[in-house]
């Protein structure tokens, strides 16, 4: 599956009313941990099939920031249910983000 774009208009559809568990990338095109990051969320979105992968740029939707209180980027968190149920901050390895993922998800 591939990354999907998440705005105001889909995020209802797409995040909060998901069958699946949801990992979001809230990142900026300015922030350079944010590009050395979106590879690996892409890598991820391409490998599991069990999860939804979303990305947030928070310059465009700077209303679903806020929600997520996210104070700096890039932003990863982990959503169940329509709840968030981890979030992490940072630019982290790949198996740093599988694991966040896979302890708030099974």
Same mark, same amino acid.
């Given at each position: =599956?591939?990354?999907?774009? $998440?705005? /105001?208009?889909?995020?209802?559809?797409?995040? =909060? %009313?998901?069958?699946?568990?949801?990992?979001?990338?809230?990142?900026?095109?300015?922030?350079?941990?944010? /590009? =050395?990051?979106?590879?690996?969320?892409?890598? $991820?979105?391409?490998? /599991?099939?069990? $999860?939804?992968?979303?990305?947030?740029?928070?310059?465009?939707?700077?209303?679903?920031?806020? #929600?997520?209180?996210? %104070?700096?980027?890039?932003?990863?968190?982990? =959503? /169940? #249910?329509?709840?968030?149920?981890?979030?992490?901050?940072?630019?982290?390895?790949? %198996?740093?983000?599988?694991?966040?993922?896979? %302890?708030?998800?099974?």
């Amino acid at each position: =599956m591939s990354t999907l774009t $998440i705005t /105001r208009e889909n995020f209802e559809s797409e995040v =909060m %009313q998901s069958d699946k568990p949801v990992l979001l990338d809230f990142w900026a095109a300015w922030c350079g941990p944010c /590009r =050395m990051v979106s590879p690996i969320i892409d890598e $991820i979105a391409s490998e /599991r099939q069990d $999860i939804k992968v979303g990305k947030i740029n928070v310059d465009e939707e700077p209303e679903l920031a806020s #929600n997520f209180n996210v %104070q700096g980027i890039p932003h990863i968190a982990v =959503m /169940r #249910n329509g709840k968030v149920s981890a979030h992490t901050v940072g630019a982290h390895p790949k %198996q740093d983000i599988l694991k966040l993922l896979d %302890q708030n998800t099974l």
